[in-house]
């Protein structure tokens, strides 16, 4: 499985209740049995990043376009780190 981290923007997902209400529901992040967005973070400038754990990047490309993610890049994700447990990707 891969993992991309997308970084642009989404019309509306500065104001907390319309992010609030676009993502609260699980079917937002588990778009899929195989794909699932594991992270979005709406930056104080504006941007968002949304980070998809999916059998293909076409997965994430998908979930992009229907929320609207103005995407400015899109990166395969290497290896990560979280709270010390560090894992490879790809």
Same mark, same amino acid.
């Given at each position: 499985? &891969?993992?991309?981290?997308?970084? &642009?923007?989404?019309?509306?997902?500065?104001?907390?209740?319309?992010?609030?209400?676009?993502?609260?529901?699980?079917?937002?992040?588990?778009?899929?049995?195989?794909? #699932?967005?594991?992270? !979005?973070?709406?930056?104080?400038? &504006?941007? !968002?990043?949304?980070?998809? @754990? %999916?059998? #293909?990047?076409?997965?994430?490309?998908?979930?992009?376009?229907? #929320?609207?993610?103005?995407?400015?890049?899109?990166?395969?994700?290497? @290896?990560?780190?979280? %709270? &010390?447990?560090?894992?490879?990707?790809?």
């Amino acid at each position: 499985m &891969g993992r991309w981290i997308a970084i &642009g923007t989404v019309p509306g997902w500065d104001d907390l209740d319309k992010f609030t209400t676009d993502l609260k529901a699980t079917s937002r992040w588990r778009v899929d049995p195989r794909t #699932t967005i594991t992270e !979005v973070i709406a930056l104080a400038d &504006g941007r !968002v990043i949304a980070e998809c @754990h %999916a059998n #293909t990047r076409a997965d994430f490309d998908a979930w992009l376009e229907k #929320t609207g993610f103005q995407v400015d890049s899109l990166t395969p994700i290497a @290896h990560i780190a979280r %709270a &010390g447990d560090i894992w490879k990707i790809s």
